[in-house]
């Protein structure tokens, strides 16, 4: 079994900056890709960045230059630091991890956070 929890929400003034992590644990043989979702509310949940084991790296367009995905493989361990939040970026922010699992072979599995709410205002 795997487990992911998130960290690093809350609520944060324009201009201000967030860290969330998202921390997996379990039976992992190793991970193909890590990555951040958010989702507002009323819309759909959208890809906010994504790192691909070695570490390539895409963003959304409307984080570009203000969000940066960074991990740690040692510690299973995805970042996602937000600089210049606008309130446009108020939602809940989900990781999700692309894992190999011990005993599974090359079989991936997908696994979710449980969320974390970002919430940007004056």
């Known amino acids: 079994q795997v487990q992911v929890v998130e960290s690093g929400g809350g609520l944060m003034q324009p201009g201000g900056s967030l860290r969330l992590s998202c921390a997996a644990s379990?039976?992992?043989?190793?991970?193909?890709?890590m990555a951040w979702y958010r989702q507002a509310p009323g819309g759909q949940r959208e890809l906010v960045a994504s790192?691909?084991?070695?570490?390539?790296?895409n963003y959304a367009d409307s984080v570009k230059g203000r969000f940066a995905i960074s991990s740690d493989n040692a510690k299973n361990t995805v970042y996602l630091q937000m600089n210049s939040l606008n309130p446009e970026d108020t939602a809940v922010y989900y990781c999700?991890?692309?894992?190999?699992?011990?005993?599974?072979?090359?079989?991936?599995?997908?696994?979710w956070g449980q969320g974390t709410q970002v919430t940007v205002s004056s």
């Open positions: 999700n991890l692309r894992v190999f699992r011990v005993g599974y072979g090359s079989v991936p599995y997908p696994y």
């Open positions: 379990g039976s992992i043989s190793s991970i193909i890709s």
């Open positions: 790192i691909v084991n070695p570490g390539g790296t």
